[in-house]
């Protein structure tokens, strides 16, 4: 499976979330109370960044990410994802849990491919 992930920043170099509305390489979803709703499924590959979508490619395919809010935050300068304080970069071997969105769930900046929704806390290098 491939996950992918996509999110901008403000280019000041933080890696503030950004603003409600902004164009993000990534989706979100309000934060769950629990870890109900998650299928327990793990998604395993390469990072990447295709200049508008961050994805996850694997042997399964590709995926686009969607976090719950305040959960990443993609900093455009120095093209890494800060997912609650673990930074990533393109090109890293990543694994999540979490499970495929419903249809509705998409990314904006890549429609057409499906969405892998990010169990919160889930997220690992390696």
Known sequence: M?????GCGDGDGSSEPAPPGADLPYATFPSPDSDAGFDGALLEGTLRFDGSCLLIESAGGS????F?????????AQRVLDIEGLILSPGQQVSS???TASA???VPACPSIEV??????SVTIG
Do not use: H, I, K
């Open 104 to 106: 509705e769930t998409q």
């Open 97 to 99: 849990g979490g499970g």
């Open 2 to 6: 491939t996950l992918v992930v996509a």
């Open 116 to 121: 892998w929704r990010v169990a919160p806390g």
């Open 63 to 66: 995926f686009a990410l969607a």
């Open 68 to 76: 719950a809010e305040g959960d990443a935050a993609w900093n455009e």
